[in-house]
C-alpha cells in the first residue's frame, strides 16, 4: 500500500518500503522534462522513458498529456497552503507591520523550502509555464494561481489602503517575478564575481523581503 511522506513543500508517495512508486516517478520525470523544454517540447513517451516506465502506465495513470502536466501543479499544492495559512494569521492587517508579516507570508514558505531538486522544478515549471504565450489555453495560472493571488491583493489592499488598486495588483505581479528570479543563484554569481553559501542565502531571503516592501510602498 502506498504512503505518502511530506518532505519541505511537497510529498512523496511512497510503498511500505519507502521506495517512491511509479506514479510519483512519472509525475517528478514529467515536471523535470517540462521545465527544462516547456509543455510543447516533451512527448508522453519520453517522460515515460525517463521514469523508467511503460507508456500504457501513464495513459493509466493521467489519460493525457494535459492532465498529467496539471497533477504536477497538484504535487506542489502545499506550496499554496502554507502561504494561505501564514497571511491567515495575520492581524490586523491594518498594523504598522502587516505589508512585511504579508510578503513573508508569500515568500518564505517557498524559500524556506530545503534547496531540492524538487524545488528547482518547481520554480524552474511556474517560470516557463508564466511566460509561455499559450498559457492561457491551458488555465493552469488561472486555476491554481490566480485564487491564492486575489487573496494577497485583498490583503495588501487593507495593509496599504492608501494605494491604488490596479498599481497593487502589478505590484503582486512583479512580486512573483522577483520571487522566481531570487532561485537563480548562478546568474547572480556571474554578475556578482561571488559565491553564493548559506550567509548567501539568508542575507538574500532579507533583501527579497525589503525589496517586494520597498516597490509595494513606493507605487
Known amino acids: 500500500m ?52 511503460q507508456l500504457s502506465l501513464i495513459v493509466y495513470h493521467f489519460s493525457n498529456k494535459e492532465n498529467l502536466y496539471r497533477s504536477i501543479f497538484d504535487h506542489f499544492h502545499t506550496f499554496f497552503e502554507e502561504r494561505l495559512e501564514q497571511l491567515d494569521r495575520i492581524e490586523p492587517l491594518t498594523a504598522p507591520d502587516a505589508l512585511h ?13 530545503k534547496a531540492t531538486e524538487e524545488r528547482w522544478i518547481y520554480s524552474q515549471l511556474i517560470l516557463r509555464e508564466a511566460s509561455d504565450p499559450e498559457e492561457e489555453a491551458r488555465g493552469i495560472i488561472r486555476d491554481y494561481y490566480d485564487p ?45 564575481d561571488s559565491e553564493t553559501n548559506e550567509a548567501h542565502e539568508y542575507e538574500k531571503n532579507k533583501f527579497l523581503i525589503r525589496f517586494i516592501c520597498g516597490g509595494l510602498s513606493g507605487i
Open 2 to 53: 502506498a504512503k505518502s511522506r511530506k518532505t519541505s513543500g511537497s510529498h512523496i508517495d511512497a510503498d511500505d518500503h519507502g521506495t517512491p512508486t511509479r506514479r510519483y516517478r512519472i509525475v517528478i520525470e514529467a515536471g523535470r522534462l517540462f521545465s527544462l523544454k516547456g509543455y510543447h517540447s516533451v512527448s508522453m513517451r519520453e517522460i515515460a522513458t525517463a521514469a523508467d516506465v
Open 101 to 113: 508579516r504579508i510578503v513573508e507570508a508569500f515568500v518564505m514558505p517557498v524559500l524556506n523550502a
Open 148 to 192: 491564492m493571488a486575489r487573496k494577497f491583493i485583498e490583503a495588501l489592499k487593507k495593509a496599504l489602503s492608501d494605494k491604488d488598486f490596479h498599481g497593487l495588483t502589478w505590484g503582486y505581479l512583479f512580486s512573483v517575478s522577483a520571487l522566481v528570479m531570487s532561485h537563480f543563484d548562478a546568474r547572480m554569481q556571474r554578475l556578482s
